[in-house]
C-alpha cells in the first residue's frame, strides 16, 4: 500500500466537508419541505436538494476516501497525486455556483457550475482509471471500480447535456435523459462502486470468506445489462413497444440485479467470523434492508407503470436508495474509514502516544447508537411521508455525526 501526507490530508478534508452538506442538505429539506408537492421531474428546487446530498456528500465522500482505498483494495498507487488539492477546490466552487443556480433558476450558473462540475470531476475520474492500468489481478473490485468509473463519465456527459440546456435551451425529453442521468450515476456508479467495494472490504473487515465467483459474475451481468438496456430505451419515443420492453427489461434485470447483491451480502455477513456487532454493522444491515424495500418498491412500480398522481412514489424510491442505502453504508464505513486515516496521519507525523488516544476516544458507544436511532427513525418518517418530521430528526442526526467524527482525533 502507498500512501503519502498529501493523500491522508486530502482524503480527510473530503470527508470532513462531506459532512458539512449533510446537514446543509436536510435543514435545506425542512425549509422547503412544500417543494416536494410538485412532480419531481419539473421541480428545480429539488433538483437543487438532489445534488447537495449526491454531489456534496456522496460523491465528495467516494472521491476522498478513493483516495486511500484503492491502494488498499488494488495495491495501486494514485496515478497523479499533484491532482489531489487542485481537483478538490474546482470541485467544491464548482458545486456550490451548480446548486445555487439550480435552487435560483439562474440559467448561467447552471450552465457555468456544469462546466466546471464535469471538467474538475472528469479529471478525477481519469486519474482514477490511469491508476488501474497498474492493477495486476483483474478480480470483481478490478472490474467492478473499472465499470463504475466509466459510468461516472457517462453520468457526467449526460448532467453537462443537462446543465446546458438550460442556458442554450437546446431541444431534448427531459423525462427520457434525466431518468438516464439517475440510473447511470446512481445504479451504474454508486452501486456498482460499493459492490466492487464490498467484495474485498467486508472481507478484511469481518474475517469472512470471499463469495463464489458465480454470484458475483451473475450480479455484475445483470446489472450491467439492465443499465444498458434503459439507456438504449431512450433512443425510442416514450409510448412505442421498444421503449416499453427495453424499459420494463432493464427495470428488472437492475432489480433482480441489486436483489442478488443484497443476497450475497448478507451470505457473506452471515458467515463472518467475527460475530460481534459494531456501529459499523448495524448501518451497513439498516442500508442493505432500506435498498431491499426500495428495490421491491420499484419493482412493483415498474409492474404497475405510471399511476397519475402517484408522483410521490419517485420521492420515496429515491430517498430511501440514496440516503437509506447509500447514505447509510457510507456513514457505516465512516466509523471504520475516518478512524483508519487518522491513525495513519499520526503515525506518518509520529505523534508518540497518540495512537491510543485514538482509540480511547471511541468508547463512547453509546452516542454513536443515538445517531443511528436518529437516522434510522428519520428514514421510516420520509417513507410515511413526514417530510418535514423526517427532516429535522435527520438534521440532528447529522449534527450529531459530524461532531463526533471530527471530535476523533482532532
Given at each position: 500500500m502507498n500512501t503519502t501526507d498529501s493523500s491522508i490530508e486530502i482524503s480527510l478534508r473530503h470527508i470532513k466537508t462531506a459532512l458539512i452538506f449533510l446537514p446543509v442538505f436536510f435543514i435545506v429539506m425542512f425549509f422547503d419541505s412544500k417543494s416536494f408537492a410538485p412532480y419531481f421531474f419539473m421541480n428545480l428546487k429539488i433538483v437543487a436538494l438532489t445534488h447537495i446530498f449526491t454531489?456534496?456528500?456522496?460523491?465528495?465522500?467516494i472521491m476522498g476516501a478513493s483516495y486511500m482505498l484503492l491502494p488498499v483494495a488494488l495495491g495501486v498507487k494514485i496515478a497523479y497525486e499533484k491532482l489531489f488539492y487542485p481537483v478538490y477546490y474546482s470541485y467544491l466552487a464548482s458545486l456550490l455556483i451548480f446548486v445555487i443556480g439550480m435552487y435560483y433558476f439562474i440559467?448561467?450558473?447552471i450552465a457555468a457550475g456544469g462546466i466546471l462540475l464535469f471538467v474538475s470531476v472528469l479529471i478525477y475520474n481519469l486519474n482514477i482509471l490511469l491508476s488501474l492500468k497498474k492493477v495486476k489481478k483483474w478480480d470483481y473490485t478490478a472490474i467492478g471500480i473499472a465499470f463504475a468509473y466509466s459510468y461516472l463519465f457517462i453520468g457526467l456527459s449526460i448532467g453537462l447535456?443537462?446543465?446546458l440546456s438550460f442556458y442554450f435551451k437546446i431541444g431534448f425529453n427531459i423525462f427520457n435523459i434525466l431518468q438516464d442521468h439517475i440510473y447511470v450515476m446512481f445504479t451504474g456508479f454508486a452501486i456498482m462502486l460499493f459492490m466492487a467495494i464490498s467484495y474485498r472490504l467486508l472481507p478484511m473487515f469481518y474475517m469472512t470468506k470471499t463469495p463464489g465467483g458465480l454470484y458475483w459474475k451473475s450480479d455484475l451481468i445483470a446489472v450491467n445489462a439492465g443499465i444498458l438496456a434503459i439507456l438504449a430505451s431512450s433512443f425510442f419515443r416514450n409510448m412505442s413497444a421498444a421503449y416499453f420492453y427495453l424499459n420494463g427489461a432493464g427495470g428488472w434485470l437492475l432489480?433482480?440485479?441489486?436483489?442478488?447483491y443484497c443476497f450475497i451480502f448478507l451470505n457473506l455477513m452471515i458467515k463472518r467470523l467475527k460475530k460481534k456487532l459494531d456501529i459499523t454493522t448495524f448501518y451497513l444491515f439498516a442500508g442493505i434492508a432500506l435498498l431491499i424495500f426500495a428495490t421491491f418498491t420499484g419493482l412493483f412500480f415498474n409492474m404497475s407503470g405510471w399511476i397519475h398522481g402517484a408522483f410521490f412514489v419517485y420521492y420515496l424510491l429515491g430517498f430511501t436508495a440514496l440516503f437509506g442505502f447509500a447514505g447509510m453504508v457510507i456513514i457505516g464505513f465512516l466509523h471504520k474509514i475516518y478512524p483508519f486515516l487518522?491513525?495513519?496521519k499520526v503515525f506518518e507525523k509520529a505523534k508518540k502516544g497518540a495512537y491510543g488516544k485514538l482509540f480511547s476516544d471511541l468508547k463512547n458507544k453509546?452516542?454513536?447508537y443515538i445517531i443511528f436511532i436518529l437516522f434510522i427513525a428519520g428514514s421510516v418518517l420520509w417513507i410515511f411521508y413526514l417530510i418535514q418530521i423526517a427532516a429535522a430528526v435527520l438534521f440532528i442526526a447529522s449534527?450529531?455525526?459530524?461532531?463526533?467524527?471530527?471530535?476523533?482525533?482532532?
Amino acid at each position: 500500500m502507498n500512501t503519502t501526507d498529501s493523500s491522508i490530508e486530502i482524503s480527510l478534508r473530503h470527508i470532513k466537508t462531506a459532512l458539512i452538506f449533510l446537514p446543509v442538505f436536510f435543514i435545506v429539506m425542512f425549509f422547503d419541505s412544500k417543494s416536494f408537492a410538485p412532480y419531481f421531474f419539473m421541480n428545480l428546487k429539488i433538483v437543487a436538494l438532489t445534488h447537495i446530498f449526491t454531489l456534496g456528500f456522496l460523491l465528495m465522500v467516494i472521491m476522498g476516501a478513493s483516495y486511500m482505498l484503492l491502494p488498499v483494495a488494488l495495491g495501486v498507487k494514485i496515478a497523479y497525486e499533484k491532482l489531489f488539492y487542485p481537483v478538490y477546490y474546482s470541485y467544491l466552487a464548482s458545486l456550490l455556483i451548480f446548486v445555487i443556480g439550480m435552487y435560483y433558476f439562474i440559467s448561467f450558473m447552471i450552465a457555468a457550475g456544469g462546466i466546471l462540475l464535469f471538467v474538475s470531476v472528469l479529471i478525477y475520474n481519469l486519474n482514477i482509471l490511469l491508476s488501474l492500468k497498474k492493477v495486476k489481478k483483474w478480480d470483481y473490485t478490478a472490474i467492478g471500480i473499472a465499470f463504475a468509473y466509466s459510468y461516472l463519465f457517462i453520468g457526467l456527459s449526460i448532467g453537462l447535456y443537462l446543465a446546458l440546456s438550460f442556458y442554450f435551451k437546446i431541444g431534448f425529453n427531459i423525462f427520457n435523459i434525466l431518468q438516464d442521468h439517475i440510473y447511470v450515476m446512481f445504479t451504474g456508479f454508486a452501486i456498482m462502486l460499493f459492490m466492487a467495494i464490498s467484495y474485498r472490504l467486508l472481507p478484511m473487515f469481518y474475517m469472512t470468506k470471499t463469495p463464489g465467483g458465480l454470484y458475483w459474475k451473475s450480479d455484475l451481468i445483470a446489472v450491467n445489462a439492465g443499465i444498458l438496456a434503459i439507456l438504449a430505451s431512450s433512443f425510442f419515443r416514450n409510448m412505442s413497444a421498444a421503449y416499453f420492453y427495453l424499459n420494463g427489461a432493464g427495470g428488472w434485470l437492475l432489480g433482480l440485479g441489486i436483489l442478488l447483491y443484497c443476497f450475497i451480502f448478507l451470505n457473506l455477513m452471515i458467515k463472518r467470523l467475527k460475530k460481534k456487532l459494531d456501529i459499523t454493522t448495524f448501518y451497513l444491515f439498516a442500508g442493505i434492508a432500506l435498498l431491499i424495500f426500495a428495490t421491491f418498491t420499484g419493482l412493483f412500480f415498474n409492474m404497475s407503470g405510471w399511476i397519475h398522481g402517484a408522483f410521490f412514489v419517485y420521492y420515496l424510491l429515491g430517498f430511501t436508495a440514496l440516503f437509506g442505502f447509500a447514505g447509510m453504508v457510507i456513514i457505516g464505513f465512516l466509523h471504520k474509514i475516518y478512524p483508519f486515516l487518522i491513525s495513519l496521519k499520526v503515525f506518518e507525523k509520529a505523534k508518540k502516544g497518540a495512537y491510543g488516544k485514538l482509540f480511547s476516544d471511541l468508547k463512547n458507544k453509546y452516542f454513536e447508537y443515538i445517531i443511528f436511532i436518529l437516522f434510522i427513525a428519520g428514514s421510516v418518517l420520509w417513507i410515511f411521508y413526514l417530510i418535514q418530521i423526517a427532516a429535522a430528526v435527520l438534521f440532528i442526526a447529522s449534527v450529531m455525526l459530524l461532531f463526533h467524527i471530527l471530535s476523533i482525533g482532532w
